[in-house]
């Protein structure tokens, strides 16, 4: 008999997903993670981001309260402090999650691990440390690392990982090379919190894939709070310039005193040593280990998830699903169908999305060119308005909303929204969508006065522009 009925290698959020719901149902389980247990959204991702996220708010709401009556002071940011208060949070989740693991019944072995062989064709002889093991499946979990360019100086650069990890000096000026969700947001932290930010990227507008009004409108906000967007610019290398930094770009040369780098992540490094070639696991050029819907690789007691998976191929499809709650519906599912025979399937279709810029983005479903190039005809919905708390402030800024729907149907296909709280409201449509709700059914949804949220179901002409 192995050891474990599912070992898992990797302590992420998909990975300790399935362990916990693996053990719940019974199976013997253990779990190798040489870091802290957690991953990259609990330890250096999105927990300690939006942390910072909010800490980022108060500059606005301290101009703002002038405007509501309310006499402040000059504030004064003590940086450091806010970074120290991040990591503290994050040592307390890391031991929350050690402590779900342990009453799970899981075995935590805190090293790296990898498959060594596969006795009879059945059992695996797995390594954690200097420990051996034996298992009769495996599941790959570990996720993927930033992912630096071959550019002179990368070395001077910083990465995600070092920006929610590390205590430091809040930069006076700062570039952020990358305009996908991490490089986006990260620049609107810096921003707000007072560092002179500038967004370099090599396309026209960030976060490409995204819908394209989306991407336009959060463009001139993001502008229009003083982040300076340099587009289509490419950066040739990164040198020392006495005592700070200077990017050479195709646009010329930036002094900063810090240089984030946010254009992209690998599981390359984190899916090259864990042996799967020698056990006939396939991996894309990408990385990434194919895996059908059921989560298997091309070994059928290989198993993956997350973003270290094709994510049953959906990935190669071009749609962005490296998300934490992706990874954990994945590993549930995995743990259901293995454990408790249960053909829990994963619905990617209104997987609903966030971007926790300076304002807010978010999105569920398709957007308005997926739809076409899938061959819907659309009627388009759209709107955009000052948010009422800026009636008082005299603020400039605006929030976007887009509903995409199919004629045929009348199925509401994409639900859009760039604006504060985006991220909350479209949890909710997420809901709508995944019941394939049709435009009619919002227009006979009473609207919540006064909300933002209400422009969704308030929307009645068609968008012509």
Same mark, same amino acid.
């Given at each position: 008999?192995? %050891?474990?009925?599912? #070992? /898992?290698?990797?302590? &992420?959020?998909?990975? @300790?997903?399935? *362990? =916990?719901?693996? $053990?719940?149902? +019974?199976?013997?389980?253990?779990?190798?993670?040489?870091?802290?247990?957690?991953?990259?959204?609990?330890?250096?991702?999105?927990?300690?981001?939006?942390?910072?996220?909010?800490?980022?708010?108060?500059?606005?709401?301290?101009?703002?309260?002038?405007?509501?009556?309310?006499?402040?002071?000059?504030?004064?940011?003590?940086?450091?402090?806010?970074?120290?208060?991040?990591?503290?949070?994050?040592?307390?989740?890391?031991?929350?999650?050690?402590?779900?693991?342990?009453?799970?019944?899981?075995?935590?072995?805190?090293?790296?691990?990898?498959?060594?062989?596969?006795? %009879?064709?059945?059992? #695996? /002889?797995?390594?954690? &440390?200097?420990?051996? @093991?034996?298992? *009769? =499946?495996?599941? $790959?979990?570990? +996720?993927?690392?930033?992912?630096?360019?071959?550019?002179?100086?990368?070395?001077?650069?910083?990465?995600?990982?070092?920006?929610?990890?590390?205590?430091?000096?809040?930069?006076?000026?700062?570039?952020?090379?990358?305009?996908?969700?991490?490089?986006?947001?990260?620049?609107?932290?810096?921003?707000?919190?007072?560092?002179?930010?500038?967004?370099?990227?090599?396309?026209?507008?960030?976060?490409?894939?995204?819908?394209?009004?989306?991407?336009?409108?959060?463009?001139?906000?993001?502008?229009?709070?003083?982040?300076?967007?340099?587009?289509?610019?490419?950066?040739?290398?990164?040198?020392?310039?006495?005592?700070?930094?200077?990017?050479?770009?195709?646009?010329?040369?930036?002094?900063?005193?810090?240089?984030?780098?946010?254009?992209?992540?690998?599981?390359?490094?984190?899916?090259?040593?864990?042996?799967?070639?020698?056990?006939?696991?396939?991996?894309?050029?990408?990385?990434?280990?194919?895996?059908?819907?059921?989560?298997?690789?091309?070994?059928?007691?290989?198993?993956?998830?997350?973003?270290?998976?094709?994510?049953?191929?959906?990935?190669?499809?071009?749609?962005?699903?490296?998300?934490?709650?992706?990874?954990?519906?994945?590993?549930?599912?995995?743990?259901?169908?293995?454990?408790?025979?249960?053909?829990?399937?994963?619905?990617?279709?209104?997987?609903?999305?966030?971007?926790?810029?300076?304002?807010?983005?978010?999105?569920?479903?398709?957007?308005?060119?997926?739809?076409?190039?899938?061959?819907?005809?659309?009627?388009?919905?759209?709107?955009?308005?000052?948010?009422?708390?800026?009636?008082?402030?005299?603020?400039?800024?605006?929030?976007?909303?887009?509903?995409?729907?199919?004629?045929?149907?009348?199925?509401?296909?994409?639900?859009?929204?760039?604006?504060?709280?985006?991220?909350?409201?479209?949890?909710?449509?997420?809901?709508?969508?995944?019941?394939?709700?049709?435009?009619?059914?919002?227009?006979?949804?009473?609207?919540?006065?006064?909300?933002?949220?209400?422009?969704?179901?308030?929307?009645?002409?068609?968008?012509?522009?």
């Amino acid at each position: 008999m192995p %050891d474990f009925d599912l #070992f /898992v290698i990797g302590g &992420g959020s998909g990975g @300790v997903a399935c *362990a =916990r719901r693996a $053990a719940s149902h +019974g199976a013997k389980v253990g779990l190798a993670e040489h870091s802290k247990v957690g991953g990259t959204c609990v330890i250096r991702g999105c927990v300690p981001k939006k942390l910072m996220h909010y800490g980022a708010h108060f500059q606005e709401w301290f101009r703002a309260a002038a405007c509501y009556g309310w006499q402040i002071g000059e504030p004064k940011l003590a940086f450091e402090h806010l970074c120290e208060a991040r990591n503290k949070e994050i040592a307390r989740l890391n031991g929350i999650y050690l402590q779900m693991l342990e009453r799970a019944g899981v075995r935590l072995l805190p090293a790296h691990a990898r498959i060594l062989e596969q006795r %009879d064709g059945e059992a #695996f /002889v797995v390594q954690a &440390g200097e420990e051996e @093991v034996t298992a *009769a =499946r495996v599941l $790959a979990a570990v +996720g993927a690392r930033p992912s630096l360019p071959d550019v002179p100086g990368i070395e001077l650069a910083w990465t995600s990982d070092e920006v929610l990890e590390n205590v430091y000096p809040l930069p006076e000026r700062l570039a952020v090379v990358g305009a996908g969700y991490i490089g986006l947001e990260l620049a609107s932290i810096f921003n707000a919190l007072g560092s002179t930010t500038t967004l370099v990227l090599r396309g026209d507008m960030p976060l490409r894939g995204f819908e394209h009004d989306l991407r336009q409108h959060l463009t001139v906000e993001v502008e229009g709070h003083g982040m300076a967007v340099w587009n289509e610019t490419r950066v040739e290398r990164i040198e020392r310039a006495g005592d700070c930094l200077r990017l050479v770009t195709s646009r010329g040369p930036l002094a900063v005193d810090a240089v984030i780098y946010a254009t992209g992540r690998s599981p390359v490094p984190q899916t090259a040593g864990l042996g799967l070639e020698a056990h006939g696991v396939e991996r894309h050029a990408t990385g990434t280990i194919a895996v059908d819907r059921s989560y298997r690789s091309s070994n059928p007691l290989i198993h993956a998830v997350g973003d270290c998976s094709d994510h049953a191929g959906t990935a190669l499809e071009g749609v962005p699903f490296d998300l934490t709650p992706v990874a954990i519906a994945e590993g549930r599912a995995l743990a259901e169908r293995l454990f408790n025979d249960n053909p829990l399937e994963v619905n990617y279709a209104t997987i609903p999305t966030a971007v926790f810029a300076l304002p807010q983005a978010a999105s569920v479903g398709m957007s308005e060119a997926k739809a076409r190039a899938a061959g819907h005809e659309v009627t388009i919905y759209r709107t955009s308005f000052r948010p009422m708390f800026h009636t008082l402030t005299g603020g400039t800024t605006r929030t976007m909303m887009k509903l995409v729907v199919d004629k045929a149907s009348d199925r509401v296909l994409g639900c859009h929204m760039v604006g504060e709280d985006a991220a909350e409201m479209i949890q909710g449509f997420a809901v709508a969508l995944t019941a394939g709700a049709t435009k009619k059914v919002f227009d006979a949804t009473v609207a919540l006065h006064p909300t933002a949220a209400e422009e969704f179901v308030t929307m009645y002409q068609p968008h012509t522009g």
